[in-house]
């Protein structure tokens, strides 16, 4: 099993920033694409930002210019930079990793438990 832990949440002002954590735990050989998700009330979860174990990087559109997403592979660790926040970017984030290589077992599609980041005055 491929365990994703996030953190860095919370509540924050408009125009605020914050910064999203998420590691995988495990004796990890290799993770491919990771990505953040986000899902508010009543709507349905959608891709926030991607980046390849190489590096390269999108975005969704609402978020470009505002958020970065970065990875530091030795810790098996995506980043989340979160700035000039507005109250439609309040959802619950979800981190994700398309596929991930432990010893000779391949999972693919694992989710993080979510972390509730919420943009208010």
């Known amino acids: 099993q491929v365990q994703l832990v996030e953190s860095g949440g919370g509540l924050v002002q408009p125009g605020g920033s914050l910064r999203l954590s998420c590691t995988a735990n495990?004796?990890?050989?290799?993770?491919?694409?990771m990505a953040w998700y986000r899902q508010a009330p009543g709507k349905q979860r959608e891709l926030v930002a991607g980046i390849t174990s190489a590096g390269d990087t999108n975005y969704a559109d609402p978020v470009k210019g505002r958020f970065t997403i970065s990875r530091d592979n030795a810790k098996n660790t995506v980043y989340l930079q979160m700035n000039s926040l507005v109250p439609e970017d309040t959802a619950v984030y979800y981190c994700?990793?398309?596929?991930?290589?432990?010893?000779?077992?391949?999972?693919?599609?694992?989710w993080g438990q979510g972390t509730q980041v919420t943009v208010s005055s």
């Open positions: 994700n990793a398309d596929r991930t290589i432990i010893g000779t077992v391949t999972y693919f599609g694992s």
């Open positions: 495990g004796n990890i050989f290799r993770i491919d694409t």
